[in-house]
């Protein structure tokens, strides 16, 4: 009967176990675990930093791109209008000037602006064939870019066609010497 204890024996006993033992053991295991938990932790993070770093690089890269598309666009509209003002400035328009939309523009560089679009009811000059007849469909609502990129694949004779038409509408710059150069063979 010696080794039975008294239920307050028994008491005391678990209270040493969790109040003493377990943490010391906690305390000497953790000594010699604590290199491998380290590890393993170290391993996981660097694991999602290295991912979290890949996204990141794609879509500063991604939103670069988009940017300098933008851009470019900006640039080119800039162009074209810069063009089309020039270009009107210098040449009576074929009607009346109407008065200007609110476009943030006065007088008359947007009466010349709005009576020498093709979108706002200006014809061609009688020598440039008619849009319908160009090998680029939809050709007035593209911009230069878009028709830039089309450029490559009409014939001399098509290509002719729309050199005339730019030449008596709109005058791009940027379409006129693609086509230059498309017809000189460089």
Do not use: W
Not at 48 to 58: N, R, Y
Not at 149 to 169: C, H, I, K, P
């Amino acid at each position: 009967m010696a080794d039975e204890k008294s239920p307050l024996d028994q008491a005391i006993q678990q209270a040493l176990d969790v109040l003493l033992y377990a943490p010391v053991g906690a305390a000497l295991s953790a000594r010699d675990e604590l290199p491998r938990f380290i590890a393993k932790g170290r391993e996981r993070v660097q694991g999602q930093l290295t991912l979290a770093k890949m996204f990141g690089q794609f879509a500063v890269a991604q939103g670069q791109r988009e940017a300098q598309k933008a851009l470019e666009r900006l640039r080119e509209q800039a162009i074209e209008q810069a063009t089309r003002l020039a270009g009107t400035a210098s040449t009576p328009s074929p009607s009346p000037p109407r008065p200007a939309r609110d476009t943030g523009q006065t007088g008359a560089a947007a009466a010349a602006v709005y009576s020498a679009s093709p979108a706002n009811g200006s014809r061609p000059r009688a020598d440039a064939p008619p849009a319908a007849d160009l090998a680029i469909p939809g050709y007035d609502s593209l911009s230069a870019s878009q028709v830039v990129q089309r450029l490559a694949g009409l014939s001399t004779t098509e290509l002719e066609a729309v050199r005339r038409y730019e030449t008596a509408t709109r005058g791009r710059r940027t379409i006129l010497s693609k086509v230059s150069q498309l017809q000189s063979g460089h």
